[in-house]
């Protein structure tokens, strides 16, 4: 046949071409090496494509990780995925094992190999999945090895999904017990799911989803028996415990956490573990979605006021709670005081009978367990012994509290109304109790304050007259130290004639500071002799002289030292006797350190024309401000 | 009365003429040396010592003697006027060098003499000298060489070419200080021997010794005051058997300002310490 050349032809080729070009704009990427993944960290092999920016996995994937010297040298943590992708998505086969393992060190050779025994425990996982969700048969096992063998299977389940919804039966087995159940096409558990177990039997029976009876050994209880108006499919996960544990009460819940329950956390613990690391990689949704049906009793707006309303006032009450019962000076205050005592085991019962319920309020509205239980049954679980009264009578003793306006509170009205009634009334409780009980504090916290500032007042004086005794008080260093002393101790006279007030406090916390003042100002004005004797020193310079052929200290810049000893020091000493006021010792103090900090300065600066300005100067207050100092205000 | 002061002014300086030119005439050797009686003598001497540079300083000595006389036996009249100049370099603390000049205005302190009153004598001079610490003092060792051109107050005196050779040994000692430095008062002892050569040197090669002790007080690092008593003696020059003597009460002001500028004197105020 000859061959012709048609159009169509030609279109083809156009379109494959185009295809090839694009083909070529995503060109598959492949890494190679070390890589992390959460807490995994590995060798790894994959290939990808850079799409707008993004890196989306494509293609075969494989991390592993085993070493050798740590297996000999303690015990090696080993894993190793593998898989594909496929737009981001995993897709296809996957397989998943973990190990760790110990060796006896005993090594053997086989062949060309060598091997080594190991001991430890391995999961396993494998399975197909379709878009990032399981499907078909998903297999997760945990063994314990011994001698590089399987000694044991410790978990397995075996799931089979379409597209991420459980189908047909299952089967998870546990160390001892093995459970077996079924679901309808939509994931909705349904008919028997029983474990067998050694000791006895738990078989959970459904019909369409809803968990009507649990049988375990020979108690057999309902769960959701009677009929109800409205029901809602959601997951079989911990919201749904929740929702048991309110229906069945605590006690058959507690027998509830064991047996089923746990094989079936076990079953999501392995899953969980196994989409951290998928979802890591790319988008996957790989948590089994075990489907339940339970009553729906949705909260209308009415009520999601009152549950708005009970969360403020527990959050408020909570924390006021705390605060006073973990107030360390209120626990100190109480052993000695009666009346806070009492109140204080008030607070006690109101966090035990009112709060620790609420609590629970607060928690369902968060966990979204509130729209599935039924309001009485709700506030018989709340309070099994019946819902508190307004009058508030603690553990030990007769007397009883009653909050402000207690007669307007009803706790019999409506289950929401009536927790937002007990809230509400803890609340303002609470506050009136924190009021009485932190003044009572504060008062003590304020005697304590007092014996605190006196007892340093006193400790401030005795050691400013000891200082100033032990100094030579003649002249005019001593005089201004005199003057010092006797301010200071009037100042202490005048605050301890005063009477008890408000006030004085705050006097005590100003005449603390005041007292140090004065005492570092001493000090300051009994240094200023060395402080002269220093700046002597640094005033000296060594010059050659000729004719003796040796250095000698020779005084420079004599004008500023003269300035120093003849104007400021006697300055000084005349503002320190003067009457000293808090403030204005304070500002001497910094100005004598500023004088001597500045006067060793200018040792260094070019003071020609400073010097000349010094000559004859006799006024500190401008030969402060030449020295560019601040004069004291007056 | 007067005229007959002036007189017999004339008539001693006759005498005295005569006297010299027979001893001129003599110029032998006596067997034994023999010794002048001493003259007094009163030296005002200012040193100053200008720094210039951080290795350079400018000397600048200024001498007033006086000598006795008949008529003021003691402090006696003005003899010289001695200027002493030079640049001294700084070699070190301890060492100095110096070079430079000396106008010395001689005054003839002779009444009788009608020859010229005033006699100026020029010389060139470098020094070199030397300090060592010594426990709590200084000593000082003291060579200077003089190349000096005089001539006497006769009208036809001729320039005459002399070397001298100095050497000076000083010592300062403190006295009420454990260092010389302000405020101290010490004692310094120095020994000085002047020789000389030239064409006009014959017999009389030591020009003089001398033998000094002064007190001194050093008020500042820029100044100090000195007071002192020399004795010395030496050959004259035209007869090496005859001996000149002397006492001579030395009055020193020693000051050394430091005229650089200030910013060139702060960052480098001492040279090598």
Known sequence: MKPTFRPQSLFSLFLGLCFSMTMLGQEKLRYTGPFQLGSYVGEVDYTYQIIDGDTLLQGDFSMKRSSLNALIDQKDKTFSFSGAFEDGFPNGPWNFQFGEFQSDQKTEVVGYQYRVNVDGAQHQAQGNIVKGKPDGLWIISEQRIEDSEVAETLFSSQITYANGVPQQSFRIEGKQSTLVGRFLRTGLAHDDWTLFAEESNETWSFTDGVLRRVSMGEDTFDVFQSPFRAARTINLDKRFSKIIKLQVGPEKSEALKKGISKLLAENDAHYKNLDDILSQLGQSQFMPLFKVKVPYFPLDSVERNHVKSIKKDYVHAAKVAHGLLENTQLNLLRRSDAEAQFLYSVVQKINTAYLKPLQKVRRFEEQQVLDYVERNQLVQRLFPNGKPSTLITPEQGERGFEGPQASTFNFKEEAMVSLAQISAYAKVSLDQIASVLYEKVKNEQQQQEFVAFEEQMIAQINRLNQFIDSTDTSGAMGEALLNIKSIAEGKLNVYSNATQSDGKLEEAKLLVPCLATFEKLARNISGLPQKELEIQEAYKDAVWNPFMANLMEEEVKKRLTAAYRNVLVPYLLEQANSALECDKAKALDQLITDIHTRMLELREEDTAKLERKLRKEKNPETVLELFNLQPLEN | ?273
């Open chain 2, 1 to 273: 009365m007067k005229n007959f002061c002036r007189h017999s002014v004339w008539v001693v300086a006759f005498l005295l003429f005569a006297v010299s030119g027979n001893a001129q005439e003599e110029e032998v050797l006596p067997s034994e040396s023999k010794y002048k009686d001493p003259k007094t003598k009163v030296w005002f001497n200012t040193y100053g010592n200008f720094r210039i540079s951080k290795r350079l300083f400018w000397d600048a000595q200024t001498h007033f003697r006086f000598e006795e006389t008949e008529d003021t036996p003691f402090i006696g009249q003005v003899a010289q006027i001695y200027n002493r100049h030079a640049i001294g370099y700084i070699y070190s603390k301890k060492v100095n060098f110096s070079l430079g000049g000396v106008l010395r205005v001689n005054f003839n302190t002779d009444e009788d003499s009608d020859d010229r009153p005033v006699v100026p004598e020029f010389r060139i001079w470098h020094q070199y000298q030397f300090a060592m610490p010594l426990y709590n003092s200084m000593i000082y060792h003291r060579l200077r060489i003089e190349h000096r051109w005089t001539k006497g107050f006769a009208d036809d005196s001729e320039y005459i070419f002399r070397n001298r050779w100095r050497y000076m040994f000083r010592a300062k000692v403190p006295l009420n200080n454990h260092k010389l430095e302000p405020k101290t008062l010490y004692v310094s002892p120095e020994a000085e021997l002047i020789m000389q050569s030239g064409k006009a040197v014959v017999s009389s090669p030591m020009e003089d010794l001398r033998l000094t002790t002064t007190l001194g007080y050093i008020l500042t690092p820029r100044l100090t005051i000195a007071g002192g008593l020399m004795y010395s003696q030496g050959q004259t020059l035209e007869n090496g058997g005859i001996y000149k003597q002397s006492w001579t009460m030395r009055f020193h002001v020693y000051f050394s300002p430091d005229i650089r500028k200030v910013k060139n004197k702060l960052p480098e105020i001492h040279f090598d310490d």
